[in-house]
């Protein structure tokens, strides 16, 4: 008998099959002679990252050489990113894997993707305008992140973005003007009211 296995890389990463339900381990392509007639069960070599083939019954009779063949299937990783705080997550934050241009959000799975390293990218999130009292603030995205990523298993990661606050505004605006104003008649007000005391008096 002799059982051929694909892919190719599922043989590199130790793919074999057996006829004993693994007491003895063959490579694809290896021939079993000597066989007495009879029902026989190929059954495959767990491979991590990769699902093995079902096993394949066999009816070997006199003179006969029987051929088999099993195929792996890769299994596909997946990952997902958390975005902190939640103040740029608000904010628009996302990222991206690879050359792919889709842009995910916070807490967002991305799967069927090859076992091996991927590489994170993360997007500009929307700054906040400076106003009255109240400084602006840039977000910072964190730097590329390279994340391997198991056949079959989803890895979980956290960025986090830092801030840079912009400078009070040098001009007066529109809210500082009122507030400004609100604090002149507040004053005016106060000193009508002590002349009025000393008139009184």
Not at 73 to 101: H, K, Y
Not at 125 to 134: E, K, L, R, Y
Not at 146 to 167: H, L, N, R
Request: net charge negative; proline share 4%; glycine share 12%.
């Amino acid at each position: 008998m002799t059982v051929t296995i694909t892919p190719q890389e599922a043989v590199i990463s130790g793919a074999k099959w057996s006829l004993d339900n693994g007491m003895a381990w063959h490579n694809s392509g290896n021939t079993v002679s000597g066989l007495d007639v009879g029902s026989y069960t190929v059954s495959f070599k767990d491979v991590t990252g990769w699902q093995k083939p079902s096993d394949v019954q066999i009816l070997i009779q006199t003179g006969q050489i029987r051929t088999a063949h099993g195929a792996y299937v890769q299994m596909l990783g997946g990952i997902q990113i958390t975005i902190e705080p939640e103040d740029v997550r608000n904010a628009g934050a996302g990222w991206t894997v690879d050359s792919d241009t889709t842009v995910h959000t916070s807490g967002e799975i991305v799967s069927d993707l090859l076992p091996g390293s991927h590489t994170i990218h993360f997007t500009d999130a929307t700054p906040t305008v400076s106003g009255c009292f109240n400084p602006g603030v840039t977000w910072i995205f964190p730097a590329d992140m390279t994340i391997d990523i198991p056949g079959g298993g989803t890895v979980q990661q956290t960025a986090s973005y830092t801030t840079e606050k912009k400078a009070l505004p040098a001009s007066t605006g529109a809210g500082d003007v009122f507030l400004l104003g609100l604090s002149v008649s507040a004053l005016f007000a106060g000193g009508r009211r002590g002349r009025k005391r000393q008139t009184g008096q």
